[in-house]
């Protein structure tokens, strides 16, 4: 029911940045809680980063944690994942998620299973 459009991904060198976003349907944003997976090939899907409806709550993957930011605005029903020094083992496919149940996010935001809507997905390739 809830759609997510990813965007921003594209070919960036190593060091570089790259801003994705992901738009949200429905009036009811806020009360989502957003999180950022991605997917490289032959790999699971991994958790990158996740925001709470308040946005008062930020968590990442260690080896991201000083690179990228997740932020929204939901007046804008956007979440927003800014990636500064970017490396080729970032290379993957980025996609956003939400979660509407925020006690479940509370102890299974590092999980898939926190998420009930999925986007389809923005390449994001880093080279070397």
């Known amino acids: 029911q809830v759609q997510l459009i990813e965007s921003g991904g594209g070919l960036v060198q190593a060091g570089g940045s790259l801003r994705l976003s992901c738009a949200a349907s429905?009036?009811?944003?806020?009360?989502?809680?957003m999180g950022w997976f991605r997917q490289a090939p032959g790999k699971e899907r991994e958790f990158v980063a996740a925001?709470?409806?308040?946005?008062?709550?930020?968590y990442y993957l260690d080896s991201v944690k000083g690179r990228f930011t997740i932020s929204r605005d939901n007046a804008k029903n956007t979440v927003y994942l800014q990636m500064n020094s970017l490396k080729p083992e970032d290379t993957a496919v980025y996609y956003c998620?939400?979660?509407?149940?925020?006690?479940?996010?509370?102890?299974?935001?590092?999980?898939?299973?926190?998420?009930?809507?999925w986007g389809q997905g923005t390449q994001v390739t880093v080279s070397s």
């Open positions: 998620a939400a979660g509407p149940d925020t006690i479940r996010f509370g102890t299974q935001f590092r999980s898939r299973y926190a998420y009930d809507y």
């Open positions: 429905g009036r009811t944003f806020s009360r989502y809680d």
């Open positions: 925001i709470s409806w308040s946005g008062g709550s930020t």
